[in-house]
């Protein structure tokens, strides 16, 4: 069984389905990228596997468990955590304040877990006191990454973790996306630069109108005509 698992998922914000029969899974020590269009469903996608949106039909799986109609609450301590791409931390809160947020749902000892954290985010180690609002766009950004990180979950979906950032502080936030999956995690990212999708992912999932158009390893979809795809041609691509 994969960490994640998400089976034929539709689900919208009404009516009507914006994702229609998703399948995908990741699993543990692999990092899995989600690309495609503004408007393809990829934030919804993430949205309905953690749980803020609810699938009409489908299922998602964690760890073997059927987290499908778990309450939202509940999720993260079975293993499933979710960075968003804004707001993403409470910026009256300092970096230390937002990681024993972060640790609430944790069962082991927080106090153990937020310096392991920081051992790898040095960046913020160093900041420890200050408020996250006085924090770079970028620091910010991995501080909502180590805040999840604090359950030590099996699964982490990150939505444009380095949206806005720049090319310098986008390579420091995929480093440490990269030290993540190299943990026992299963990562998967939301990305709207391709390049990057395809540089540091294993897999790539590129969605186009709502479905899962092709996947497969990075190497593979490199070799494809993502701009074909991209704007809806190139059927003879499909998976
Ligand atoms: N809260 C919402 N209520 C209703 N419709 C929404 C809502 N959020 C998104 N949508 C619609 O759902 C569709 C998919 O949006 P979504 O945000 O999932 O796309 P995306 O692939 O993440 O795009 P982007 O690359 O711009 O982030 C779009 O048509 C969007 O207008
Ligand atoms: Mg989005």
């Given at each position: 069984?994969?960490?994640?698992?998400?089976?034929?998922?539709?689900?919208?914000?009404?009516?009507?389905?914006?994702?229609?029969?998703?399948?995908?899974?990741?699993?543990?020590?692999?990092?899995?990228?989600?690309?495609?269009?503004?408007?393809?469903?990829?934030?919804?996608?993430?949205?309905?596997?953690?749980?803020?949106?609810?699938?009409?039909?489908?299922?998602?799986?964690?760890?073997?468990?059927?987290?499908?109609?778990?309450?939202?609450?509940?999720?993260?301590?079975?293993?499933?955590?979710?960075?968003?791409?804004?707001?993403?931390?409470?910026?009256?809160?300092?970096?230390?304040?937002?990681?024993?947020?972060?640790?609430?749902?944790?069962?082991?000892?927080?106090?153990?877990?937020?310096?392991?954290?920081?051992?790898?985010?040095?960046?913020?180690?160093?900041?420890?006191?200050?408020?996250?609002?006085?924090?770079?766009?970028?620091?910010?950004?991995?501080?909502?990454?180590?805040?999840?990180?604090?359950?030590?979950?099996?699964?982490?979906?990150?939505?444009?973790?380095?949206?806005?950032?720049?090319?310098?502080?986008?390579?420091?936030?995929?480093?440490?996306?990269?030290?993540?999956?190299?943990t026992n995690?299963?990562?998967?990212?939301?990305?709207?630069?391709?390049?990057?999708?395809?540089?540091?992912?294993?897999?790539?999932?590129?969605?186009?109108?709502?479905?899962?158009?092709?996947?497969?390893?990075?190497?593979?979809?490199?070799?494809?005509?993502?701009?074909?795809?991209?704007?809806?041609r190139a059927?003879?691509?499909?998976?």
């Amino acid at each position: 069984m994969p960490a994640l698992l998400a089976e034929n998922v539709t689900a919208g914000y009404g009516r009507t389905p914006i994702i229609t029969d998703i399948s995908l899974s990741c699993e543990v020590g692999t990092l899995t990228t989600i690309v495609g269009p503004n408007g393809a469903g990829k934030s919804t996608f993430a949205k309905t596997v953690v749980g803020i949106l609810r699938a009409s039909t489908g299922r998602i799986m964690v760890n073997d468990l059927d987290i499908t109609r778990m309450p939202g609450h509940l999720i993260p301590r079975n293993g499933l955590v979710y960075v968003p791409q804004n707001d993403n931390v409470f910026k009256n809160l300092t970096v230390r304040e937002n990681l024993e947020v972060g640790g609430f749902a944790a069962t082991g000892d927080t106090v153990a877990r937020m310096e392991e954290i920081l051992t790898v985010f040095t960046d913020l180690a160093k900041a420890r006191e200050k408020k996250a609002g006085f924090l770079s766009g970028g620091q910010q950004n991995l501080l909502a990454i180590a805040r999840a990180l604090m359950v030590k979950p099996t699964v982490i979906v990150l939505d444009e973790p380095t949206a806005g950032l720049s090319p310098a502080y986008t390579d420091v936030v995929w480093n440490q996306i990269e030290q993540i999956k190299a943990t026992n995690t299963a990562v998967l990212v939301v990305e709207q630069n391709v390049e990057r999708a395809l540089k540091h992912a294993d897999f790539v999932h590129i969605f186009v109108a709502g479905s899962n158009h092709v996947h497969g390893p990075a190497s593979e979809i490199a070799a494809l005509d993502l701009a074909a795809i991209f704007l809806g041609r190139a059927e003879a691509n499909k998976s």
